[in-house]
C-alpha cells in the first residue's frame, strides 16, 4: 500500500495549457503540502493544507491553485502553463501541522512544459 | 530571510565513513531533519535532531549543536546503495505556524 500517492506521474504538456496534479495519503495524517523540485534539485514548499484549510501559500504565482476536498486529498491546478513551470512536484504529508520533523514524500510527477 | 547551506558534491569509498555538513541561519528554529533522495526518486526521512547531540539509527547518525548552528549526517560502512542525494531540512516557526525549508542538497557518490 503506498503511504502517498500522486498521479500523474510524467505530464508533457503544451504552454498555455492548464494541468492537474493529484495526491492522495492513506496515513490519516491532517497536514499535506506540494513542494517544486527544480532542475538543480532545489525543493521549495509552495502550499502547506491542515484538515482541508490552508495554512501556508509560499508566494506562488496565482495560476497555482490547491484544492483540498478532504484531509487525505491535495490536488495541484496550474493554468497557463509556462516554461519555467518545468520541474518535478512532490505531494508530502506529515502527522499534523506541529509535526513537521518527518514529511511522508509521493513519488512525484514530472512536468515538462514544452 | 534564512538560509541552508550543505557541500554540493561529497565523494567516499565503499565502507568507508562520509559526514555531511549543514549549517543554517535561521530565526524561529525548531528542528534539523535529513532526507535521501536517490536519482529520479522520492526524498525519504532519515533522521530528526530538536535537541543538541547525536542521534543514532543503524548506520546514519545526525548530529546538532544548535548553538553554532550546525548539523550533520554521519554515514558508516558506506554501500554502493548510499549513492544518492542528502537534504538537511530545517523546521521553523514562523507567523505562528509551521514550515520545513530544505538545503540545496550534497550529492553523495559511493566509489569501490
Known amino acids: 500500500d503506498t503511504a502517498v500517492s500522486q498521479t500523474p506521474k510524467y505530464l508533457v504538456t503544451q504552454m498555455g495549457n492548464d494541468k492537474s496534479i493529484k495526491c492522495e495519503q492513506n496515513?490519516?495524517?491532517?497536514?499535506m503540502y506540494w513542494y517544486k523540485q527544480d532542475s538543480k534539485k532545489f525543493l521549495k514548499i509552495m502550499f502547506s493544507y491542515n484538515n482541508k484549510e490552508l495554512i501556508i501559500n509560499e508566494t506562488v504565482p496565482n495560476r497555482f491553485s490547491p484544492k483540498s476536498p478532504d484531509k487525505a486529498h491535495l490536488n495541484l491546478h496550474i493554468n497557463s502553463l509556462e516554461l519555467g513551470d518545468s520541474a518535478v512536484y512532490f505531494c508530502?504529508?506529515?502527522?499534523?501541522?506541529?509535526?513537521?520533523?518527518?514529511?511522508?514524500f509521493g513519488s512525484g510527477t514530472q512536468l515538462s512544459v514544452l | 530571510g534564512q538560509s541552508l547551506e550543505q557541500p554540493s558534491e561529497v565523494t567516499a569509498v565503499e565502507g568507508a565513513i562520509v559526514q555531511i555538513n549543514c549549517t543554517y541561519q535561521?530565526?524561529?528554529?525548531?528542528?534539523l531533519s535529513w532526507y535521501q533522495q536517490h536519482d529520479g526518486g522520492a526524498p525519504t526521512f532519515l533522521s530528526y535532531?530538536?535537541?543538541?547531540g547525536l542521534e543514532e539509527t543503524g548506520r546514519f547518525s545526525s548530529f546538532l549543536s544548535r548553538s553554532d548552528s550546525y548539523g550533520y549526517l554521519l554515514l558508516q560502512e558506506l554501500q554502493m546503495k548510499d549513492s544518492a542525494s542528502y537534504f538537511c531540512?530545517?523546521?521553523?516557526?514562523?507567523?505562528?505556524?509551521?514550515?520545513?525549508?530544505f538545503g540545496t542538497g550534497t550529492k553523495l557518490q559511493v566509489i569501490p
Open positions: 535561521t530565526s524561529g528554529f525548531y528542528g
Open positions: 531540512a530545517v523546521r521553523i516557526y514562523s507567523g505562528g505556524y509551521q514550515k520545513v525549508t
Open positions: 496515513l490519516g495524517h491532517d497536514t
Open positions: 535532531n530538536a535537541l543538541d
Open positions: 508530502a504529508s506529515s502527522q499534523g501541522r506541529d509535526r513537521g520533523e518527518k514529511l511522508f
